[in-house]
T-cell receptor, first 110, second 119 residues
Framework: SQTIHQWPATLVQPVGSPLSLECTVEGTSNPNLYWYRQAAGRGLQLLFYSVGIGQISSEVPQNLSASRPQDRQFILSSKKLLLSDSGFYLC?????????FGQGTRLTVV | AQKVTQAQTEISVVEKEDVTLDCVYETRDTTYYLFWYKQPPSGELVFLIRRNSFDEQNEISGRYSWNFQKSTSSFNFTITASQVVDSAVYFCALSEAPERVTNAGKSTFGDGTTLTVKP
């Protein structure tokens, strides 16, 4: 069966520090991968998605970047965090019909 | 541009009551998919259902039922005989489907409805 791992679960980082969130998928090959952000009390906003190694599409302009160095690995990064980067970040993978989400990372920028 | 509206921010019911969560969507696409997800306090999203725009047949799964009405651009979700374990945030989402090929992960989400079921 397929599983998705996302870490860390929580993170507190100072403004201006770098960020690296990692997501890996097991049990499937060549999945579509996604990073979503959920602001408090709001729905999910798609940040990045990838249909293959090295292929990244950005949905909204922001202070973040994404990379896919391996087929089942998706990384969300920032060189310098802003206060507005705080939120709940969810990684997901999908086949055509369903999306499967990780446990999420709660990021607080202080 | 796509948009999903969940007008109910919070709903509180007593156990065993029926509850309906509303979802209204906007899209210019002629083919699309609609989803409902459940987000329990632990945070991960749990897939509940997917419906496509070319099939308006309503669906029932146990205590859950979904009413898709293309004429009103609505995809409402009803929980019958609610239970405390149904307490969660519920999201409605929309995904475009060119040539009827969906990309389930690339979705526009509503802001969610927080459902609290009291014992």
């Amino acid at each position: 069966s397929q599983t998705i791992h996302q870490w860390p679960a929580t993170l507190v980082q100072p403004v201006g520090s770098p960020l690296s969130l990692e997501c890996t998928v097991e049990g499937t090959s060549n999945p579509n991968l996604y990073w979503y952000r959920q602001a408090a009390g709001r729905g999910l906003q798609l940040l990045f998605y990838s249909v293959g190694i090295g292929q990244i599409s950005s949905e909204v302009p922001q202070n973040l970047s994404a990379s896919r160095p391996q087929d089942r690995q998706f990384i969300l990064s920032s060189k310098k965090l802003l206060l507005s980067d705080s939120g709940f970040y969810l990684c997901a993978w999908s086949n055509r019909d369903e999306a499967f989400f990780g446990q999420g990372t709660r990021l607080t920028v202080v | 541009a796509q948009k999903v509206t969940q007008a109910q921010t919070e709903i509180s019911v007593v156990e065993k009551e029926d509850v309906t969560l509303d979802c209204v969507y906007e899209t210019r696409d002629t083919t699309y998919y609609l989803f409902w997800y459940k987000q329990p306090p632990s945070g991960e999203l749990v897939f509940l259902i997917r419906r496509n725009s070319f099939d308006e047949q309503n669906e029932i799964s146990g205590r859950y039922s979904w009413n898709f009405q293309k004429s009103t651009s609505s995809f409402n979700f009803t929980i019958t005989a609610s239970q405390v374990v149904d307490s969660a945030v519920y999201f409605c989402a929309l995904s475009e489907a060119p040539e009827r090929v969906t990309n389930a992960g690339k979705s526009t989400f509503g802001d969610g409805t927080t459902l609290t079921v009291k014992p």
